[in-house]
């Protein structure tokens, strides 16, 4: 007798069986020749650490769902996973992040310079694997995947931008439109928009209309993000594996930060606003702390959970129009559930 596993159980089981498609294929393009030590040996250090790989896994799972076979998504989703995790070793240099994926950042054990050439190498092979899909897709569809990186590149960059560039003028004076704006891109895009665009691509030859992909990845995207925010805040370490207020000693503008820099009182901004014009370096973790009990004060947490929610709720409105007619499958099961653990993940 075969016992149907659903919710968070049958998500986190179809994200594993997902990732390990992925990353036994990026393991086997990655380059054996020299230079081994400072640059070959170090390309598989993210990838094989743990994580969800989540937009690998609605990249095949969209493809699957829309009929299509994942052997023709493989170099796709793999790309997309070596994209994903060359942002990661450049933002975490951005940011001055200590931690990822409960271990030390790149850059933090090997050297800034070191660890800014290993992502622009998963750049780099990420564009080789698009290059070779003109065999397996074709030349039309390939084209059609590649244009579709660009965009989603420009998009992130983009929103990267915009998170930077707040930190460096120590923006106070933000809204949650801007905040909304920022992970429209910066998240949305190439978490969630990007890899549903390329799988259904994929299967239909090209043939459907990816823009039906846009409102439910970014309503995913966003409260993805949210809860990557809070995760930050409130997560254990030892499941969260990111340094935990992490964003509030690099002075992102999280949400949560945002609606209390609008909510508490003038004296209270300014000595927010004091802090987040210092270098990291010169910031105290007693300071850190007083803004997140200034978060749980003025119910800025509260705040961001409720958006998180409502944010899921709208995913699950547009999942039926990019996904509702479509017949039942395990990976339309997937990409449904995978909403509401959005939200309730711990890592």
């Known amino acids: 007798m075969t016992v149907k596993v659903s919710g968070f159980d049958f998500v986190e089981q179809r994200l594993q069986w ?11 393009v990655l380059p054996s020749r020299e230079p081994k030590r400072y640059l070959y040996d170090l390309m598989p250090d993210y990838p094989e650490r743990p994580g969800k790989g989540l937009r690998a896994a609605l990249c095949f799972a969209t493809c699957k769902a829309y009929g299509g076979n994942i052997r023709l998504a493989l170099n796709s989703a793999v790309a997309i996973e070596l994209l994903h995790n060359g942002f990661l070793i450049h933002d975490d240099i951005q940011d001055e992040s200590l931690f990822r994926r409960g271990d030390s950042t790149l850059y933090k054990k090997y050297g800034t310079g070191v660890a800014i050439n290993v992502g622009n190498a998963l750049n780099l092979l990420s564009l080789r694997l698009l290059m070779e899909n003109r065999e397996l897709l074709g030349p039309h569809l390939s084209w059609q995947v590649f244009t579709e990186t660009a965009e989603m590149l420009r998009q992130t960059l983009e929103g990267q931008a915009m998170e930077l560039g707040w930190i460096r003028d120590n923006a106070c004076d933000l809204t949650d439109l801007d905040y909304l704006r920022m992970s429209l891109k910066k998240t949305s895009w190439y978490t969630c928009i990007y890899p549903c665009r390329i799988g259904a691509l994929i299967a239909t030859g090209g043939a459907i209309n990816p823009d039906r992909f846009h409102r439910f990845g970014w309503y995913l995207g966003i409260a993805f993000q949210i809860q990557d925010d809070l995760l930050n805040l409130l997560g254990d370490y030892t499941i969260y594996g990111k340094e935990i207020r992490g964003d509030i000693w690099e002075g992102k503008r999280t949400l949560m930060l945002i609606h209390l820099l609008n909510n508490c009182v003038d004296n209270e901004k300014a000595q ?37 929610r409502k944010f899921a709720g709208a995913a699950l409105h547009e999942f039926l129009f990019a996904y509702g007619d479509l017949p039942d499958s395990e990976d339309k099961q997937f990409i449904l559930e995978t909403i509401l653990y959005t939200i309730e993940r711990d890592r």
């Open 272 to 308: 927010v606003k004091s802090f987040l014009s210092l270098p990291r370096k010169e910031r105290l973790n007693e300071d850190v702390e007083w803004i997140y009990e200034l978060m749980i004060k003025y119910s800025s947490i509260e705040f961001a959970r409720r958006c998180a």
């Open 18 to 28: 997902y990732r390990t498609i992925t990353l036994n294929r990026l393991l086997e």
